[in-house]
């Protein structure tokens, strides 16, 4: 029975090096405070200028507790506030800043590990769901914007569909790394339907795996965006 219990230790063990040998991929120790800005500044002012957006990427109140954590994630610091084997959501008002932030930070996680972590709008990646199902997006990393504006409700080979709510349970049983931007909070995201029976979230259950999934990141602040009125 001695060696029996072994050999089934063993096996688990090795199971358990198998999911877990990649978590270190996301970190790099030597990625200093000063490279770190660098490369974020680099990658926000490119997607700005994308944007057709052509000045520097600011730092503030708002938003440097964020980047200072973004960078002990980055490095695996043991001093990060989060916890750095899971994603990261980000929540905030429209046009805090959210979305250049998290895509640009998901490009130095590509530097550090050579993994893309794919951005995709919450409400693209519904049609893509319903056009060619879940597995394509089951388990590599992805930096899903914009969740919570995306129709909650689809129709998909003549089935109904709730295309993100479903996506997270399978990419939280399968521990796939995965990025939110969102201007609602988990809360709101977890109401399933109002009192007048409307889809307006995913369920507490979904909430609970978010929850699970990533650390929960409240971005502070108004629209960054500059335009002029008449």
């Not at 090096?17 to 002012?45: D, M």
């Not at 997607?47 to 200072?68: P, Q």
């Not at 969740?147 to 479903?166: L, Y």
Request: overall charge positive.
């Amino acid at each position: 029975m001695d060696k029996l219990v072994n050999d089934a230790i063993e096996k688990k063990n090795k199971d358990y090096y198998e999911y877990s040998r990649n978590l270190n991929i996301w970190h790099c120790a030597s990625l200093s405070k000063k490279n770190f800005w660098q490369l974020l500044k680099a990658n926000a002012e490119t997607f700005m200028a994308e944007r057709g957006i052509f000045r520097s990427f600011i730092v503030d109140d708002d938003n440097k507790e964020i980047i200072h954590q973004m960078w002990l994630y980055a490095t695996g610091s043991k001093d990060c506030k989060w916890d750095i084997n899971k994603g990261i959501y980000i929540g905030g008002k429209v046009g805090c800043g959210k979305t250049i932030l998290m895509r640009s930070f998901c490009e130095i996680l590509h530097f550090i590990s050579g993994n893309t972590v794919e951005m995709i709008p919450a409400p693209e990646l519904c049609y893509k769901i319903s056009e060619k199902g879940y597995d394509s997006f089951a388990s590599r990393p992805l930096f899903i914007d914009e969740v919570g504006r995306e129709p909650m409700e689809m129709k998909a080979f003549g089935n109904t569909i709730h295309p993100i709510k479903e996506l997270i349970a399978i990419r939280y049983n399968k521990g796939a790394r995965t990025f939110f931007t969102s201007n609602f909070k988990i809360t709101s995201l977890s109401k399933w339907r109002d009192e007048k029976g409307n889809l307006v979230g995913y369920g507490q259950d979904i909430g609970d795996r978010i929850r699970e999934m990533m650390n929960i990141v409240e971005m502070t602040g108004e629209s960054r965006r500059e335009y002029n009125t008449i």
